[in-house]
């Protein structure tokens, strides 16, 4: 096979899967893995892909709109469920202070509060505050300012002002991207500016997302990956993605 075919399957490959790994590919090409890193330098020179740590994703990994809460609602909700299974396994003893982000997968974690712990529960999550409201457990503290309602969550300088003051025992925090690189990611600023405050403010930080989530670069960081200390995910996780983070001293659990 000459360069240019490798190239050209190596590209249609990371494209249908999403996402690949250098070894992956080496192993599929039958070639080195400097071959696969010298194939995938040319394809994000041409646009075609974007190289990221240990492997390549397609160029519209690079997100910059993102879906609502109804559509995310319905993707991967086996393995979101899953996740906040082994979340829940983080979730203090009563009287200990608890903040959770908005989203569809920490939403999942909610449910699974014992009704038995007394916890302080803050969230910038209409949908999550709805739902805890009537938990006689919990102490619920709404994190109020605009709400964006694509995802529902509470934003703006309130929110990250109410933050700044807070010290919370355990944050469970959602992304949109995970990459060594760029760290976790979202697209709007504002919810960014929120999720950064969030990973100051809290003593222990656990970031739930999908293995979908690993490898994308969306517009804005809000923090490193050294920032946090537990990501939790699903068993599509890569071995090298899941080498890569534990190496930077964040420890992966895979929901089963």
């Known amino acids: 096979m000459y360069p240019e075919e490798r190239q050209q399957a190596i590209a249609a490959q990371v494209i249908s899967q999403g996402r690949a790994s250098v ?45 609502s809460v109804d559509q995310r ?71 109020g300012g605009r709400v964006r309602g694509l995802t529902q969550a509470c934003v703006g300088e309130h929110v990250v002002n109410t933050l700044a003051a807070l010290r919370v025992d355990i944050a469970f925090v959602g992304a949109n991207g995970i990459t060594l690189r760029h760290g976790l990611s979202t697209p709007d600023p504002e919810e960014a500016a929120v999720k950064r405050a969030m990973v100051a403010c809290a003593n222990f930080v656990v970031v739930m997302a999908d293995s979908t989530k690993i490898g994308r670069e969306d517009f804005v960081s809000f923090a490193p990956i050294d920032a946090v200390d537990v990501l939790v995910t699903d068993a599509e996780i890569s071995t090298a993605d899941r080498a890569g983070f534990t190496g930077e001293g964040l420890e992966v659990v895979v929901a089963q």
Do not use: C, Y
């Open 23 to 67: 070894a992956e590919l080496a192993h599929s090409f039958d070639v080195t893995t400097e071959t696969v890193r010298r194939d995938l330098a040319v394809l994000d020179r041409a646009g075609v892909l974007r190289r990221v740590h240990g492997g390549a994703v397609p160029t519209r990994a690079l997100h910059l709109v993102e879906p």
């Open 73 to 143: 609602e319905a993707t991967r909700a086996a393995d979101k469920d899953a996740i906040a299974r082994a979340a829940a396994e983080f979730l203090p003893q009563s009287g200990s202070t608890v903040l959770v982000d908005a989203g569809t997968t920490t939403a999942r974690l909610v449910g699974l509060l014992p009704p038995d712990r007394e916890l302080l529960v803050v969230t910038n999550s209409v949908p999550i505050a709805a739902r805890l409201a009537g938990l006689g457990s919990v102490s619920l503290q709404v994190l």
